[in-house]
């Protein structure tokens, strides 16, 4: 059965107050498959289809690291063979987490339009430690080629930003568990809970998130009046105060990737390594200071607000 974020929360009857604050360490921003999902994905062996596309994919192809779904081929340029299939045995497609689009989950990074040069520098960091967080990209930055490495970030950076999250405040939330792949999807009892200090992505359409279909993208639930306190806590540094690197309206300029649109979730994991330390190196310099005396709070703040905006 079809399932839709959007259609569950609409049909929400039951509202409770803002739960108690979020812990140090933001869990819902790190998604980890649960030991004892409460259900598993079946697997009918039929193949799978997606909205306006003529391909069909099994199960078992879907979920073939080295050689993923392209559903929409017109919709981008001709993936370069690291990204539409990896390199084997240890570098799986970057089309895999990151989809064709570059869009990616929520789980993984948005890294369409991102500066080849600095997919680069984050791929060294990788490499050599100073990044922090990915036992998959770290794995993967020790093994590629050089070749690959700088054909995928030449391809991701060629790709323009498009809408993929939609902002929603709310109190409650449908129920969710982590299920394989660290995708976090509305649990089978179908019951709300208090979203509390937490910022819940779901995908607009669970069946097209499974299926790695990059037609259809993220409601990401906030807290009420969070947009407006991130917007606040922006705007406290002065205007330019994270345009200043980021790019006018932040949506990055030739060095560094824009904050607009970007995944909240994804926003709040980095500010959290940055300030303990997990994420180094030349790019993050100028953060530390800026991350220092951030709370939980604000960083879910200021990814809220930076995610309603247009990438």
């Known amino acids: 059965m079809r ?25 819902w921003a790190f998604p980890v498959t649960d030991k004892a999902p ?3 994905l079946p697997d009918d ?10 391909r069909s994919y099994t199960r078992a192809q879907i979920e073939d690291l080295y050689n993923p779904p392209d559903w929409y081929p017109g919709i981008h340029p001709a993936m370069p063979a690291v990204v539409a299939h990896g390199e084997a045995p240890n570098v799986r497609a970057c089309a895999a987490c990151h989809l064709p689009t570059g869009t990616g989950h929520t789980e993984s990074a948005n890294v369409a339009g991102m500066p080849a040069a600095y997919l680069l520098q984050q791929m060294e960091d990788y490499k050599t430690g100073a990044r922090k ?48 792949g660290n995708k976090r999807v509305i649990h089978p009892d179908h019951v709300f809970e ?32 969070s947009v407006d306190k991130g917007r606040a806590l ?18 990055g300029t030739k060095d560094l990737p824009g904050l607009a649109g970007r995944t909240p979730t994804y926003l709040v994991r980095q500010l959290f390594m940055i300030q303990n330390g997990e994420r180094a190196g030349a790019n993050v310099e100028p953060m530390k ?19 309603s905006l247009e990438p």
């Not at 039929?46 to 306006?52: E, H, I, M, V």
């Not at 020790?142 to 930003?161: C, Q, R, T, V, W």
């Not at 200071?289 to 995610?307: P, R, S, W």
């Open 3 to 27: 399932r839709t974020a959007v259609g569950v929360f609409m049909f929400a009857s039951l509202s409770f107050a803002v739960g108690a604050m979020a812990a140090d360490r933001p869990d």
């Open 38 to 40: 409460p259900a598993t």
């Open 45 to 54: 062996g039929k193949p799978k289809s997606a909205p306006g596309s003529d």
């Open 133 to 180: 967080g990915s036992g998959s990209m770290l794995a993967i930055a020790k093994a590629i080629s050089d070749e690959g490495n700088k054909a995928s970030a030449a391809y991701f950076a060629s790709l323009k930003p498009r809408v993929w999250i939609r902002v929603v405040e709310a109190e409650t939330v449908p129920k969710t568990y982590i299920a394989g």
């Open 194 to 225: 208090p979203l509390g200090a937490r910022i819940i992505e779901l995908a607009e359409d669970e069946n097209r998130l499974l299926n790695r279909d990059p037609g259809s993208g993220f409601v990401a639930f906030v807290p009420k009046g």
């Open 234 to 251: 922006v705007q406290a540094g002065g205007p330019q105060a994270c345009a200043s690197c980021h790019g006018e309206n932040n949506r």
């Open 289 to 307: 200071a800026i991350v220092a005396k951030l709370t939980t709070e604000d960083m879910l703040n200021m990814a809220a607000y930076f995610g």
